[in-house]
């Protein structure tokens, strides 16, 4: 009887474990920090410089390709952010755009022209294949280098955030992530859910979290 009753709170000590996990993972998720330079650290990225972005690719950072931002480069990126300017909604649409262009220009180095959207287990470690990490910590680079050009007016560059650890029945995935300046809202930009140089999902955070990917429904 007492071997049985050891075992139930063994069990029920399990239970609250499990619980207690998906608490905290589910905290660390939704924080949204001020450094990314944290991220490039943690998932073994290369933070950009002012003029050359580090590209990730073949799943969780496994490589890292350097490409340059040229001086025609920037005056393209220019000119798309500057069009943007006139209110947070356009700005964030010309986000948008220059990731997705930013993608299509890296992809001839990077052999990334061919990444597939969404959850692509089959090509893990495919050199020109990205999964969320990667995609996460490209978009966050490109948007740094914007930043960092003074392009960016009504946003910041915060760290990328995660969501889902099987735990709450949903695949992990992570996302870029930029704050509006005046309202302090957090807005998700999504580069995975597309093919490369799709424009990404540009989305309030709260959203995102909330987001049932459609592969799973």
């Known amino acids: 009887m007492q071997g049985r009753r050891g075992r139930r709170r063994r069990g029920a000590g399990a239970g609250a474990a499990i619980v207690l996990l998906a608490a905290v993972l589910a905290g660390c998720a939704g924080q949204v920090s001020s450094r990314p330079e944290r ?3 943690a998932h073994g990225g290369t ?8 590209v990730c690719h073949a799943f969780g950072c496994a490589r ?5 931002i040229g001086p025609a480069d ?17 700005e964030r649409k010309a986000i948008a755009e220059a990731v997705a262009w930013l993608e299509r ?17 089959a090509n893990s470690g495919t050199p020109g294949q990205l999964d969320c990490i990667d995609e996460a910590t490209n978009t ?4 740094l280098v914007l930043e960092k050009r003074g392009l960016l007016v009504h946003h910041r560059v915060a760290a990328p955030v995660a969501r889902g650890f099987f735990l709450d029945g949903r695949y992990p995935h ?3 992530v930029i704050v509006e300046k005046r309202s302090g809202e957090t807005f998700a930009v999504d580069s995975w859910t597309h093919d490369n140089g799709v424009l990404p999902d ?9 987001t049932w990917p459609a592969y799973l429904n």
């Open 105 to 121: 220009r890296v992809a001839p180095t990077v052999g990334s022209a061919g990444d597939v959207g969404g959850l692509d287990l």
């Open 39 to 41: 991220w490039f650290a």
């Open 74 to 90: 920037w005056r393209r990126l220019t000119a798309t952010l500057r069009a943007g300017q006139g209110s947070p909604a356009a």
């Open 47 to 54: 933070a950009p410089s002012a003029d050359r972005v580090y």
């Open 202 to 210: 540009v989305m309030p955070l709260d959203r995102w979290f909330a």
């Open 174 to 176: 992570a996302t870029a």
């Open 64 to 68: 890292r390709t350097a490409v340059d």
């Open 140 to 143: 966050t680079s490109y948007l």
